[in-house]
């Protein structure tokens, strides 16, 4: 395993990621020193971990702000790599997958990944999507101190912006961070059809079409846990929350 080393004064030599901690877990040692280099770059603290039972000791041992996260490791696969770490502490993940197989997106999701990748992929996109799970957990925990007014409430669906809770017939439905945003951002203008380029700018802060399958299975993973009827699907446009007929 390995770390970064930080300036004399305790800060990392770049700022953009100053002080926070990366964990990856990856079997295959091009990719995993490929994207420590560039996390380095960026300004990460950097650990890696090489097969199941190694990523719990060490991001139990490190407490890391992220886990990139391949599925396929020896030992056990990143899905219970997931589960355990989870278990014991919310940490956002970053899932990496070699196969485009929609099974494996949605089964990550519901174990509490935040976002996958499909090999191969770009350092660049990678670097990105590392910077908009972490401003997310920021602007969650500033979320959780900042009283809003009331509750929102869409027939039986109920989201608190406060406690970050929603809802659905009274009983509380588990999201992750992600798709508790993505839920909001539908929620902000119900009815209306939001792009999935619109969605992937303000729930990711990501530009690029290329991420358009992402917000397709995090729907997917939304609805499993809504209800499939609550949010409806506009052909080669996007989404809409679906709202009780006043």
Not at 47 to 60: I, K, L, N, R, Y
Request: proline share 5%.
């Amino acid at each position: 395993m390995e770390q970064t080393h930080t300036a004399h004064n305790g800060t990392a030599t770049a700022t953009q990621g100053a002080q926070r901690r990366v964990l990856v877990v990856e079997d295959d040692p091009t990719i995993v020193d490929a994207i420590a280099a560039r996390l380095r770059a960026e300004g990460f603290l950097v650990q890696t971990a090489g097969d199941g039972p190694a990523a719990v000791d060490t991001a139990e041992a490190w407490q890391p702000d992220l886990l990139i996260l391949d599925i396929m490791l020896p030992g056990f696969d990143g899905l219970e790599v997931c589960r355990r770490v989870q278990a014991a502490r919310p940490v956002p993940v970053l899932m990496l997958t070699a196969r485009d197989d929609e099974t494996d997106m949605l089964v990550g999701l519901g174990v509490g990944a935040d976002d996958y990748m499909t090999k191969p992929f770009s350092m660049r996109e990678l670097a990105a999507r590392v910077h908009v799970l972490l401003r997310r957990v920021e602007r969650a925990a500033i979320a959780a101190t900042t009283p809003r007014s009331g509750i929102l409430r869409l027939g039986e669906l109920e989201i608190d912006h406060a406690q970050r809770r929603v809802r659905v017939r009274s009983e509380d439905v588990h999201l992750t961070p992600t798709e508790f945003d993505l839920l909001v951002c539908l929620a902000n203008t119900p009815r209306a059809v939001l792009s999935r380029e619109q969605l992937l700018a303000e729930v990711w802060d990501w530009a690029d079409a290329s991420g358009t399958r992402t917000v397709d299975s995090h729907i997917k993973a939304l609805r499993r846990k809504i209800g499939a009827e609550r949010i409806r699907t506009v052909h080669g446009v996007g989404y809409a929350l679906e709202t009780p007929t006043p």
